[in-house]
Structure formats: C-alpha cells, structure tokens
C-alpha cells in the first residue's frame, strides 16, 4: 500500500475519533491498535531510509564536484601559464606581429574589441551601476521581537505599510 493510500484511509478514523471528544491518549492507544499504523510507520522507515541516502549521495556529489571544480582551476591555470609562456616569448623575440601556421592549428596576435576597465564605481554615471537591496529579514524579526518581548503570537502579523509580514505558524518537516 503506498503511503497517500495509507494515509487516505486513516483520515476518517482520526476524524472520527476527534469528533467523539475523546482525550489525546485514547487517540493515539486507538491508533497504535491499528495494522494501518504498522504499515504507516513501515513504509514512513522506509522512505526515511531512502531519504537519508539520498542526502549522503548528495554529499557526495557535493565533494565530487568540489573535486573536479579544483582540477580544472588547475586546470586553467596552467593553460593560461602556459599562454602567458608563449606571450612572453614572442614579445621577448619582437614576433608579437607575426602568426605561426602550425599542422594543427595557428598562433598569432589579434586586435580586442574595444572593452571598459573600471577604476572607480563612485565616479561612474549613476545610469550604469546597479544595486540590487538586500534585505535583512534577521534584523526585521528581531524589531518585532523587541516590541513583543520575544513573544510573538502564533497569527501572521502584517505590517503592510513597512511591507512585509511576520509568519510564525508554518511548520516544516524534518528529518532527523
């Protein structure tokens, strides 16, 4: 049985056995009597498993690339060293004007297209420096604290006219 089918099914009884005003321990003894719940928690150790494997593969993944990010710095350093070997060479040799037909390819100089090197962003025209704002939602959450003494309410807080909202009934899933 897949879990959403699992869970489909369990659905009315926990439904059910709320409406009957019973206390939170009956529930879950209720609940824990169920073969559903076995399966439930059967299949909930399962993807669990999977889950743990997959952030392990992705640790991974994440030092492979890591890896292979610094082999080809490596990589391109040398290819520009051995450039600049070259470069230097023919310029030492006053052959910057000449190119170099080889079997497998050529070597030469050619002229750049025109290119900007900035020397100081301050001095630049405001029409060509962009700034894209950071927000600080730490510092936002923490104002709010203040004026509620850390002790926030469970509703969402709108703060419309500053432009943001506190949220503070989300739950997210964990596994730990």
């Known amino acids: 049985m897949k879990l959403y089918e699992i869970a489909e099914e369990l659905r009315p009884i926990v439904e059910q056995l709320e409406d ?4 939170d321990e009956v529930i879950q003894d209720t609940l824990e009597s169920l073969d559903l719940m076995t399966d439930l928690e059967n299949k909930l150790e399962n993807i669990y498993r999977v889950y743990r494997n997959m ?3 992705i640790k991974m993944l994440d030092e492979e690339i890591k890896r292979l990010k610094t082999k080809r710095d490596a990589k391109k350093r040398r290819l520009e060293g051995l450039k600049q070997y070259v470069d230097q060479s023919l310029r030492s ?3 910057q004007d000449r190119k170099f037909k080889l079997s497998i390819g050529t ?3 050619r002229k750049d297209p025109a290119s900007v090197e900035i020397l ?3 001095k630049l025209p405001k029409d060509f420096v962009t700034y894209e704002p950071k927000v600080d939602k ?3 959450l923490d104002m709010v604290k203040s004026n509620y003494n850390s002790n926030i309410p469970e509703q969402v807080i709108a703060f419309e006219d500053l432009g943001f909202r506190i949220i503070n009934n989300k739950k997210s899933l964990r596994f730990s």
Do not use: Q
């Open 55 to 57: 952030e392990a593969e």
């Open 93 to 95: 040799a006053g052959l």
């Open 120 to 122: 100081d962003v301050e």
């Open 107 to 109: 070597i030469g100089y």
């Open 138 to 140: 730490k510092g936002l």
């Open 20 to 23: 009957m005003n019973v206390d």
